[in-house]
């Protein structure tokens, strides 16, 4: 595929990314934590993991179910955490080290065996505990959830009008050989 060919794909994908920054504004005000400023970070990290995980539905379902896995993790973490106060400095550590093991035996279950999107759903479900004023549980799962919905949904779409693309270049690359050659 020559350039000028190809230069319509980084169109495609900044026109997504545009409006996947459009939507988050939308969305914004209605998501669960007054005075958020929007969780379109959510969206663009599961859109990549759809990437990582295959480009498939199948892929996308396991980063779904990945990040579900990481927010109960997470908050397995936590509460283990606040139960182990009395260990100090170690409290939180022994947590994690009780809820790491299960999570990499998912590793076995088909369906959970994309892990790396369990790291990314705890990772992200921390931070949003850590940095939104106001976060619960509940919010931070609606919210994560939501978006990561949203970033797999436009994964999918990426993937879809970027083979649709490919197809109707290499379609008219035929028509335009055989022209050439008649």
Not at 100 to 118: G, Q, R, S, T, Y
Not at 149 to 178: A, K, P
Request: some cysteine; hydrophobic content about 55%.
């Amino acid at each position: 595929m020559k350039f000028s060919q190809f230069i319509v794909i980084p169109v495609i994908v900044a026109f997504l990314a545009f409006t996947i920054q459009i939507l988050d504004q939308v969305l914004a005000p209605m998501m669960p934590v007054a005075g958020n400023v929007g969780f379109g970070w959510i969206a663009f990290i599961a859109w990549a993991m759809y990437f990582m995980a295959g480009c498939t539905v199948e892929g996308g379902q396991k980063t779904l179910f990945g990040y579900v896995a990481g927010i109960i993790a997470s908050v397995a973490i936590m509460e283990l955490g606040t139960a182990f106060s009395f260990a100090g400095f170690y409290a939180f550590p022994i947590a994690i080290f009780i809820v790491v093991v299960p999570c990499i035996c998912l590793e076995k279950v088909p369906m959970f065996d994309f892990v790396p999107a369990l790291f990314v759903g705890a990772g992200t479900f921390f931070g949003f505990m850590s940095y939104v004023d106001g976060a619960t549980y509940v919010t931070a799962t609606v919210t994560e959830l939501t978006y990561c919905v949203i970033g797999l949904v436009y994964g999918w779409v990426t993937i879809l009008l970027r083979s649709r693309y490919e197809q109707y270049v290499e379609n008219h690359s035929h028509s335009h050989d055989m022209h050439a050659s008649h």
